[in-house]
């Protein structure tokens, strides 16, 4: 059974930083390629960042100014997102997603900024 | 960057209706485009892949159409279940997007 699991979340000030991790399982997760969607509260989807299966490729939504890093270590099946200078805005339940078809998703871990 | 409109935002309907819910996209997509339901609180659930391809364990009330910039997502009858927010999601090319959300809301 695919599983995957998000931690790292919590309340941070603004300007602070905080790393979201997911560990993934019942797949070999070194086969496939990885995303962050988030979600505002009361609010739609949206896409975050996109890392390929051997992290040849990276990508990452417009939005975000270079203040997040996506990484992977697919030796302890891990996808990871470094996230730096936080804002209000950044306030969203963080999902860690499958593959390119976007076909399983984690439980979400929620990332409140906030002084 | 693909713009993908989707529509209505919103909407009320009747237990035994049929539904129908559109996604355009500002560019060519193929058919790289995914639906996704989500009840409040929940995680969302992925229904149609590939623009028209039923999702294992998905009703086969909900099927998909469409290819290129046009996509319709139908509930050919609507059940208690299914008053969610349906979202669209185009994964052609970078940055990945979503439509708004359409509501579904009980008449």
């Known amino acids: 059974e695919v599983q995957l699991v998000e931690s790292g979340g919590g309340l941070v000030k603004p300007g602070g930083s905080l790393r979201l991790s997911c560990a993934a399982s019942?797949?070999?997760?070194?086969?496939?390629?990885m995303n962050w969607v988030r979600q505002a509260p009361g609010k739609g989807l949206e896409w975050v960042s996109s890392i390929s299966s051997s992290s040849s490729y990276i990508y990452y939504a417009d939005s975000l100014k270079g203040r997040f890093t996506i990484s992977r270590d697919n030796a302890k099946n891990s996808l990871y997102l470094q996230m730096n200078s936080l804002r209000a805005e950044d306030t969203a339940v963080y999902y860690c997603v499958r593959d390119n078809w976007v076909d399983y998703w984690g439980q979400g871990t929620l990332v409140t900024v906030s002084s | 960057d693909i713009q993908m409109t989707q529509s209505p935002s919103a909407m009320s309907a009747s237990v035994g209706d049929r539904v129908t819910i559109t996604c355009r996209a500002s560019q060519d997509i193929s058919n790289y485009l995914a639906w996704f339901q989500q009840k409040p609180g929940k995680v969302p659930k992925r229904l149609i892949y590939?623009?028209?391809s039923l999702q294992s364990g998905v009703p086969s009330r909900f099927s998909g159409s469409g290819s290129g910039t046009e996509f319709t997502l139908t509930i050919s009858s609507l059940q208690p279940e299914d008053f969610a927010t349906y979202y669209c999601l185009q994964h052609n090319s970078y940055p990945r997007t979503f439509g708004q959300g359409t509501k579904v809301e009980i008449k």
């Open positions: 019942g797949f070999t997760f070194s086969s496939y390629s």
């Open positions: 590939a623009s028209s």
